[in-house]
Every structure is written in C-alpha cells, then in structure tokens.
C-alpha cells in the first residue's frame, strides 16, 4: 500500500531545501510517497539529480509563480518553504497557494536564529521583518484551515565555520562578540530535514500537538570550544599548521554601535551578518533533534 502523504519542497535546488528534499527522499519515503520539488529551472544539475532519487518536478514561473503554485500544490498535505531572501510577494503567493490547495501543514522559511529576539529598532536587517510579516499573515490567515510551523534552528552546522561568522581558522584566529565563552545553537541541515519531517507526521496526526513556533538546536558550542575541537582534530591528525588558535573578542557595544551605523547608511546593502554576530553568543534552542 502507497503511504498517504505528498510534500512539495519550494526552493528545492537550494542551499538547505536540496538536504531537506533528499531527507523526504531517502528517510522518509515510507510516509511521503510523493516528494515534489517546486524548481525554476528543470534542467539543472541538481534538478536532475533530484528527479534521479524520485522527486517529482514542478517548474514555477519565476516572473508570476502564483498560478504555478497552484497548479503544482493540488492534492499536497505539506510543503516547506525554504526559499531564503526571495521578495515577499513570492513567499506570500506560495502560501496562498497552499491555502487555496488544501494545503494541511506548512512550514515558513526560517531555519536561522530567532529574528524576533533582538533590540535593532530601527536599525534591523531589512529581511527579517518581512519575514515576520509573512510568518504573521500566514498565522493570520491559516486559522484553522491550515497549521503552520515556523522553525528556528540557530546557524547551519555545515556553514556556520567560516571567517563570515569570524571563524578565520586560515590565519588561526577566532573572534566573538562578547564573551567567546558564550554557547549559541546549531544545527545540520539533514537534522533539520528529519525535524520537518517528523513534525510534518505529528502535525498532520493532530495539529494541536505541534505549536506554531518552535526552537531546535543539534548542538551548541562556544568560539572557545569550537577553537578547542579545531586545535585537537588538528593535532590528531598532523596539520601542526593549524593547530593553534587564537581566540578574540570584541567589544559587545562598539560592534552593536558600528553595525547600527553601517546599517543606517545603507539599509539594503550590509546583510544580516553583523547582526547575527551580535545577538549569536547566548542564542539557546530548545534541543530535540
């Protein structure tokens, strides 16, 4: 007998909707017989390696992806948006799709830190309250048509080591903001692939179990303990090169002040990076996955 359930990943090609869609793919094909990538572009290489494993593609029209939607999400129980920096008009146009569709659960692209936890007033990195207006719209509108998720992950496992995040480990320095003590959350983008789909199962048994807003973290670590792990893996295995970090900080105030300046002089063009760095060291999820 054929598993009941069909879900369509928005974003499918991307940096975390790929994991997520092979997750649905490999792990969870026994719940979900239909896995639907929603693609612009069919014929890409990671398109094609997603048809390859079973996935189901749907080409959306970029220029106007309502319709689209529509037509792709017709008989779908769940789809997760994992489509990042894309206009709201996009995000709002997948969702009202998915309303119109029958759509039971869906998941809003968030998968980072929670934005709503911060003190930026003014000065707050241009994505993030469009992201919560399409979160608050969805919420809105859903009632009790449609139940959805919104997940908060901490950084990505697989990215949040690099000097973007001032993990220089090429010149062997580390430098936090604030205390280099302080744990914040990560999390794998596989893991976060098996929390969806295993929220997707509760929430399609019984709503009311799974709440609208969630916290998960795979792990949590410090600058000073990643730097640890870093300098024994390096020992462990010879580099001697890399085997010594140094680890920094830098002043809490004077980074919040600089990045609210540059973010002042040019509202669209600094990115969440330097806000991220600020709020980052003391940033907990719930751990479940």
Request: hydrophobic fraction near 45%; glycine fraction near 8%.
């Amino acid at each position: 007998m054929s598993a009941p359930y069909t879900v369509a990943i928005a974003g499918a090609t991307g940096n975390l909707g790929s994991d997520v869609t092979k997750i649905f793919l490999h792990s969870y094909r026994a719940s979900f017989s239909h896995v639907i990538a929603l693609v612009r572009n069919p014929s890409s290489e990671s398109a094609r390696a997603l048809a390859s494993a079973g996935a189901e593609l749907y080409t959306i029209d970029g220029a106007n992806p309502g319709p689209s939607y529509e037509k792709a999400l017709n008989r779908v129980d769940v789809v997760v948006n994992t489509l990042g920096a894309k206009p709201s008009e996009t995000k709002d146009a997948l969702f009202d799709a998915a309303l119109k569709s029958g759509v039971r659960v869906y998941f809003p692209a968030e998968f980072g830190l929670d934005h709503r936890l911060n003190e930026f007033e003014d000065w707050d990195s241009p994505e993030w309250p469009r992201k919560r207006a399409h979160l608050d719209r969805a919420l809105e509108l859903g009632q009790e048509r449609i139940k959805t998720i919104a997940v908060f992950t901490g950084l990505f496992l697989e990215r949040a080591f690099g000097p973007w995040f001032a993990f220089d480990t090429a010149n062997h320095v580390y430098t936090s903001v604030g205390a280099p003590t302080a744990r914040f959350s990560l999390t794998s983008k596989a893991d976060i692939g098996r929390a969806l789909a295993s929220l997707s199962l509760v929430a399609l048994a019984d709503p009311s179990e799974v709440p609208g807003i969630l916290r998960i973290s795979g792990t949590t670590v410090s600058y000073a303990e990643a730097a640890e792990i870093v300098q024994r893996v390096c020992k462990e295995v010879g580099d001697e090169d890399q085997a010594k970090i140094v680890v920094k900080s830098e002043d809490a105030a004077a980074f919040r002040a600089a990045t609210r300046s540059a973010q002042l002089s040019d509202p669209e063009g600094t990115g969440p990076l330097g806000h991220i760095r600020y709020v980052l060291p003391g940033i907990l999820h719930v751990w479940i996955v």
